[in-house]
Nanobody
Framework: QVELVESGGGSVQSGGSLRLSCTASGYNARTASLAWFRQAPGNEREGVAVIDSDGSTIYADSVKGRFTISQDGAENTHYLEMTSLRPEDSAMYYC?????????????????????????WGRGTQVTVSL
């Protein structure tokens, strides 16, 4: 089975930066899409970014130009580099993975930032941005 573990969360001032990491065990070639989601208290889980094995990426409009999703050469860790952080970015951040590529998701009529698509999940890491 696939296990995902996040790290790198913490508390920062507005305008600061954080880099989140997600390390996968049991992560194989059938897991083609890697993603980050976030959820603040009282809110629905929100898709932040997705990257797939083709190198395609999708970002939520709220983070475009500020956040970057990437993966390492070994493809067992993926990252979310967050810059120019704002208080509204405060949330529990979850990493996720799925065997479908972004193209596969589109073919099936699915939105890649929909959390219901993703099969494998980490337990979350807290990000708090203060004034």
């Amino acid at each position: 089975q696939v296990e995902l573990v996040e790290s790198g969360g913490g508390s920062v001032q507005s305008g600061g930066s954080l880099r989140l990491s997600c390390t996968a065990s049991g992560y194989n070639a059938r897991t083609a899409s890697l993603a980050w989601f976030r959820q603040a208290p009282g809110n629905e889980r929100e898709g932040v970014a997705v990257i797939d094995s083709d190198g395609s990426t999708i970002y939520a409009d709220s983070v475009k130009g500020r956040f970057t999703i990437s993966q390492d050469g070994a493809e067992n860790t993926h990252y979310l580099e967050m810059t120019s952080l704002r208080p509204e970015d405060s949330a529990m951040y979850y990493c996720a993975a799925d065997p479908l590529t972004i193209e596969n998701m589109r073919t099936l009529g699915m939105q890649p930032l929909n959390p219901q698509i993703f099969a494998f999940w980490g337990r979350g890491t807290q990000v708090t941005v203060s004034l």
